[in-house]
């Protein structure tokens, strides 16, 4: 079955310092990774998706991923932080061969904190 | 365009009591999914539903059990609550496809005492 494990339940940063959030999957290769962000009593928004057409994948607010094989990584990158990126942050996997929004498997995710 | 909507925001509800959520899904969306968000954890998968059909189910007892109407929305019913079914009950709508995006709701915020 496939999964992900997010390394550091929680990570500080200073503003304007580089953000790096660590994802592993599990050893198969998935058909769709994910990152998601949520923030404070809200629902979960979509930063990012791997599809295999490229392994950096860029998404919004200025984050990117890169898919590394041989090392079955994930990371979430942001060359400069942002009060505003304080939030928690999710990666995912998708369960299901079939579509990309089924079955989506979480990470136990990561609180990102900015300090000023 | 609304996103998708849950409702009701907040539900308190006593043990052994029966509860039932309810997911309008973004427009042009068919297909629902359910996810059961512990305090401090990841989304769980509850189970996705299409065509008014059941068609995947996770690691989840048949206490919970759902519904989708031909408008395509969704409902979601806890049966006989237990104090650890006090979760985030997150929605999430997608379009029937391979390379698709799910979108989520706030969620529904339960509470079992």
């Known amino acids: 079955a496939q999964s992900v494990t997010q390394l550091g339940s929680h990570v500080s940063v200073s503003e304007g310092a580089l953000v790096l959030l660590r994802c592993n999957y599990s050893?198969?290769?998935?058909?769709?990774l994910f990152w998601y962000v949520q923030y404070p009593n809200q629902g979960l928004q979509l930063l990012l998706k791997y599809t295999s057409a490229a392994t950096l994948v860029k998404g919004i607010n200025g984050f990117e991923a890169e898919f590394k094989k041989s090392e079955t990584s994930f990371h979430l990158t942001k060359p400069s932080a942002h009060m505003s990126d304080a939030a928690e942050y999710f990666c995912a996997v998708s369960g299901s061969g079939y579509s990309s929004a089924s079955k989506i498997i979480f990470g136990s995710g990561t609180r990102l904190s900015i300090r000023p | 365009d609304a996103g998708v909507t849950q409702s009701p925001t907040h539900l308190i509800k006593t043990r052994g009591q029966q509860v039932t959520l309810r997911c309008s899904p973004k427009s042009g969306h068919d297909t629902v999914s359910w996810y059961q968000q512990a305090l401090g954890q990841g989304p769980q998968f509850i189970f996705q539903?299409?065509?008014?059909?059941?068609?995947q189910r996770g690691n989840f007892p048949d206490r919970f059990s759902g519904h989708q109407f031909p408008n395509y929305s969704s409902e979601l019913n806890v049966n006989a609550l237990l104090l650890g079914d006090s979760a985030l009950y997150l929605c999430a709508s997608s379009l029937a496809g391979m390379n698709t995006e799910a979108f989520f709701g706030q969620g529904t915020r339960l509470t079992v005492v």
């Open positions: 539903y299409y065509e008014e059909e059941e068609r």
């Open positions: 050893s198969s290769v998935p058909p769709y």
